[in-house]
């Protein structure tokens, strides 16, 4: 029966992973253009008034660009086809890392309600950070192809490397601990991923206990009880996403070819002296926008499968 279980809980979490993959790619490629360092900023001039006489003094500024002229540039110069740059590794990743991700967090919290308060906070978080330990742990060569290959600007026309070319190229170039770049960062992220199941969980259990959720008899479940299940997973990603960001780009940057940033403090410093903090937030609105109905179709497709094949989640 546990095994049943596990296999239950990998096959809907793979299942809805490609789903919402597939439907948000486009905005993870723009919103990998726009934290990368590479991104030309758009060179504006201002005019500050002298604090004593009065006179205007001209200085130079930059203005990062918005999602949509990062779209424009990317359809004029490159074509349609680099919206879905990455989206190969992205679905040979994304399956097997949302199937490990659920299974591992639907086990531990099992665990975990064994030795803690049942179904708490600390619970939801512990899983969840778990989880994305071991499925971070696992799956960042792929997710290191897919932002290499994101990256990669060029002409419409020009060959472009796919991604066995490219992991070929990573290792030759750097070797095995190329595909571990940016692995601190995402053990930072983890922080956002038990945020935002804690924020998940506990609006889940107001929507039962309101009845706000289709009041049917038994384990039945209607399309009301669906939709608020997403709409709990979009407000808790759009929290998590907002507070957890930053190392979002941080892993980014230190996943560029031949770059300065070597190490998680030392990139963060970087970007904060040369750019500013603001730039900790640069891709957040595609971010927003892609990961929202992303998670909220993700969470809500995981429990629908795992409900039609006649298990409970929790």
């Not at 253009?33 to 900023?41: A, N, V």
């Not at 919290?109 to 030795?115: D, H, L, Q, R």
């Not at 750097?174 to 992220?189: C, D, H, N, P």
């Amino acid at each position: 029966m546990a095994q049943k279980d596990t296999f239950l809980h990998l096959f809907a979490g793979g299942c809805s992973g490609t789903i919402g993959a597939v439907v948000t790619c486009p905005l993870e490629v723009i919103k990998t253009r726009l934290q990368s360092s590479g991104l030309t900023l758009r060179p504006v001039f201002q005019v500050q008034l002298g604090a004593l006489n009065g006179t205007g003094v001209i200085r130079p500024a930059s203005v990062t660009p918005g999602l949509l002229q990062v779209l424009r540039s990317i359809l004029e110069k490159e074509g349609s086809r680099s919206l879905f740059r990455g989206l190969g590794p992205n679905l040979v990743g994304v399956a097997p890392s949302r199937a490990i991700y659920f299974a591992a967090y639907s086990k531990s919290k099992e665990k975990f309600n064994g030795v803690l308060v049942p179904n708490s906070g600390l619970v939801h978080m512990s899983s969840a950070g778990f989880a994305a330990f071991v499925t971070n742990s696992l799956m960042n060569p792929i997710w290191m192809v897919k932002t290499r290959m994101q990256l990669e600007k060029r002409a419409r026309g020009e060959q472009k490397m796919n991604a066995l070319q490219c992991a070929r190229y990573v290792y030759g170039t750097e070797g095995i601990r190329g595909f571990y770049r940016g692995l601190t960062a995402s053990y930072a992220g983890i922080s956002e991923t038990m945020i935002c199941f804690l924020i998940y969980e506990a609006l889940k259990k107001h929507l039962a206990d309101s009845r706000f959720v289709s009041p049917s008899a038994g384990s039945d479940k209607g399309v009301s009880d669906f939709m608020g299940l997403m709409a709990a997973a979009a407000v808790a990603k759009g929290c998590a996403s907002c507070i957890a960001y930053p190392h979002e780009v941080i892993r980014t940057r230190l996943r560029e070819e031949g770059s300065k940033y070597k190490y998680f403090f030392q990139t963060g410093r970087l970007v904060a002296l040369e750019e500013g903090y603001a730039a900790f937030y640069r891709g957040l609105v595609p971010q927003l926008i892609r990961q929202i109905p992303n998670t909220a179709i993700v969470l809500s497709s995981y429990e629908l499968i795992v409900h039609l094949m006649g298990d409970s989640p929790h």
